[in-house]
């Protein structure tokens, strides 16, 4: 929402300030232009980057346009970990191992339909139980597992939003080109009369206008957005590290869900006393 909220804001300012001062929306109208520095920009993208990197640019739009991890997402993970070690508490380990092994069959995950969409979370949390499981790990190196698992992650997940960067860096460069292009046309035509000269040099610095508005208002804004959301995500996984490794070293589940709770930035943080309530509701379940 507030991608179009913001591309909306800045249109209207640009386009709004230009009429203003006199000038013609059509005149801004240079399909070849704009066709100049999409399609070199498209092409720069997919020389630089491989395939999985494009499809996470495409995936990490999607989920910049459909909202990102909310507070309720993060009560409802908060949640979810308490359930789960409360079945171990009664249970035993071996209780979890259906939950587990087949998460998308799980009656508790899927009381959580964010938690159980978004599949690296599914697969950090399972794969992490599984060791805890085995009982073959010390929590210290636990701990250094799951913070290696959460950086590879992070890394991976951060070159859609790289490489989105680089291509609005070269959109002022592309820009010029296309402006250049602009200048070899107009010299073309330099024995025309005035307003056809006008118009072609009027139709090149359009070009550098689209690169730079391009750059500057949309492209490396949306970059920005997906780096957000990406540490948004490291931080949900950084907040599952936290009570899992707190239920590994024998802390009670309401206590280990505390420790998750406390490292989460005040934004998206539940209160205590709303996280107490929750849990208090699954377990009269």
């Known amino acids: ?6 591309a909306i804001i800045v249109l209207g300012s640009v386009l709004g300030g230009f009429i203003m001062a006199g000038g013609q929306v059509l005149a801004l109208s240079q ?24 499809k ?18 993060y009560l409802g993970v908060l949640v979810m970990m308490y359930e789960i070690f409360n079945v171990a508490r009664r249970d035993g380990l ?23 969409k978004n599949h690296h979370a599914v697969s950090f949390f399972s794969d992490t139980m599984r060791v805890v499981i085995s009982g073959a790990v010390q929590p210290h190196d636990l701990e250094d597992l799951m913070d290696e698992d959460i950086e590879v992650l992070h890394e991976e997940e951060l070159q859609p939003s790289q490489a989105l960067n680089t291509v609005a860096e070269s959109l002022p460069g592309l820009g010029i080109v296309a402006a250049v292009l602009g200048v070899v046309i107009t010299m073309a035509h330099i024995d025309g ?19 730079v508005l391009g750059c500057y208002g949309f492209v490396g804004p949306l970059a920005n957005s997906l780096k957000v959301r ?24 309401v206590i280990a869900v ?20 929750a849990c208090n509701e699954v377990k009269r379940k």
């Not at 259906?98 to 998308?104: A, L, M, R």
């Open 1 to 6: 929402m507030f991608v179009f909220i913001g």
């Open 31 to 54: 399909p070849s232009e704009l066709l100049v520095i999409a399609g070199a920009a498209l092409g720069s993208l997919v020389i630089a980057s491989p395939l999985g990197v494009i």
């Open 56 to 73: 996470g640019i495409i995936s990490q739009v999607k989920g910049v346009l459909g909202g990102g991890i909310k507070k309720e997402d």
């Open 94 to 116: 071996v209780g979890l191992e259906n939950h587990i092994e087949h998460p998308e069959e799980s009656e508790i995950f899927k009381r959580y339909p964010v938690f159980l």
């Open 193 to 211: 009369p005035p307003e056809e000269i006008g118009h072609h040099i009027a139709a090149a610095l359009v070009g550098t206008f689209l690169g």
């Open 230 to 253: 990406t540490n948004d995500m490291k931080q949900y996984l950084s907040c599952m590290k936290h009570a899992l490794l707190s239920f590994h070293k024998g802390v009670a589940g």
């Open 258 to 277: 505390e420790f998750a709770r406390r490292s989460l930035c005040a934004e998206v943080r539940p209160g205590f006393l709303e996280l107490e309530k």
